[in-house]
Nanobody
Framework: VQPVESGGGLAQVGGSLRLSCTAS????????VGWFRQAPGKEREFVAT????????HYADAVKGRFTISRDSRTNTVYLQMTNLRPEDTAVYYC????????????????????WGQGTQVTVSS
């Protein structure tokens, strides 16, 4: 079971991209799905997360107001809509999932998630 990301690519500053995350064999029906990113030479950082039940969402301050995480229960897909992209958004973006409802204090910790995708590259050019 492994989430699969898609939708990465090259965008210009101020542009938009939408990332998708699906996972065959893993139903996001009651768990938590998050997006993390890692830029070259930097540590992995939290981007956004969504709890499947209740659809509560949380964002890193760096992306709040620009990125939107959502889910489609019919297709078992989680999206990350990224707008007003900046060069500092350049990174490999990873989808992470857990079958459990992760507690609030642990949502931003990558260690809380059991399943990780291979990542998709997002490059923002000026």
């Amino acid at each position: 079971v492994q989430p699969v990301e898609s939708g990465g690519g090259l965008a210009q500053v101020g542009g938009s991209l939408r990332l998708s995350c699906t996972a065959s064999g893993l139903t996001f029906s009651s768990g938590t799905v998050g997006w993390f990113r890692q830029a070259p030479g930097k540590e992995r950082e939290f981007v956004a997360t969504i709890r499947w039940s209740g659809v509560s969402t949380h964002y890193a301050d760096a992306v709040k107001g620009r990125f939107t995480i959502s889910r489609d229960s019919r297709t078992n897909t989680v999206y990350l809509q990224m707008t007003n992209l900046r060069p500092e958004d350049t990174a490999v973006y990873y989808c992470a999932a857990d079958k459990q409802r992760i507690i609030l204090s642990a949502l931003r910790d990558g260690e809380s998630y059991d399943y990780w995708g291979q990542g998709t590259q997002v490059t923002v050019s000026s």
